[in-house]
């Protein structure tokens, strides 16, 4: 069955109509997320460890990411796809072991860390050693932090990229993307993931660009975060929170 999940993943990723992912931090924005009609769910990690009270950047420990993914898997019907970063330390089959255990068919890993950019090489050996260990249950999709922490090229992105997809990812996501000229050289010659994010190009020209996959990161937490300040504000100074125009 979790085979199945993720090749229904997998095929949702198409340069026509691309995978449209609202990204969840716990099983409530999990639910309305499906709700919604949306056919993945995935989380993010920066919004997940806010929730679980902590930074981001592999801060929280991985037992308690893989439990939070584990409630989000639970209260969907939806295939589940899973932010983990850079692994949180564990080793390839260990790490593709307690995911798949989670319930999860996907999941982002990067290319960056505390110290930087990882090695090309030594990222591509990581990719094919989950790849090797997931076979086809896992849908990977290899983020490329060039644009974040790296030379800001295309032909870095493009030699990144395609090496993780001759590694074994699926999918590559090159973070940090706004201009649509670049976004179209490179979905051109790579299935790719954008950032959704003010300046973005909107999400028909995506499409138009040849994009397979959107997703929003940690913007959507962010955004109701601050809606939940403003009516925590209002309950402070005496107004009725429930009103629009308190």
Known sequence: ??????????????????????????????????????PVVATGSAAMAAVLGYEDGE???????L????????????????????????????????????????????????????????????LAAVRAAAGGDLVVNARVDTYVAGDRTT?????????????????VYPIG??????????????????LFRPGAPSLAELAALGVVRVSYGHGLHQAAHAYAEGLFAAVREGHDPYRRDA
């Open 177 to 194: 993307l706004t201009d649509p000229e670049e976004i179209g050289t490179l979905a051109a010659q790579l299935p790719i993931n954008v």
């Open 59 to 65: 801060h929280t420990p991985p037992g308690e990411m």
């Open 155 to 171: 032909s870095d992105a493009l030699a990144r990229g395609g090496r993780y997809l001759k590694a074994g990812a699926d999918c």
């Open 1 to 38: 069955m979790t085979t199945e999940t993720a090749a229904r993943l997998r095929e949702l990723h198409t340069r026509t109509n691309p995978l449209i992912l609202p990204n969840a931090w716990d099983a409530a924005s999990a639910r309305a997320v499906e709700a919604a009609g949306f």
């Open 67 to 126: 439990a939070a993914v584990a409630r989000i898997a639970r209260a969907v019907s939806v295939p589940v796809t899973a932010d983990m970063e850079r692994g949180y330390g564990l080793p390839p089959a260990e790490l593709v072991e307690r995911l798949l255990e989670t319930g999860a068919v996907g999941c982002n890993l990067e290319d960056s860390g505390h110290g930087g950019l990882v090695d090309m090489e030594e990222q591509a050996d990581f």
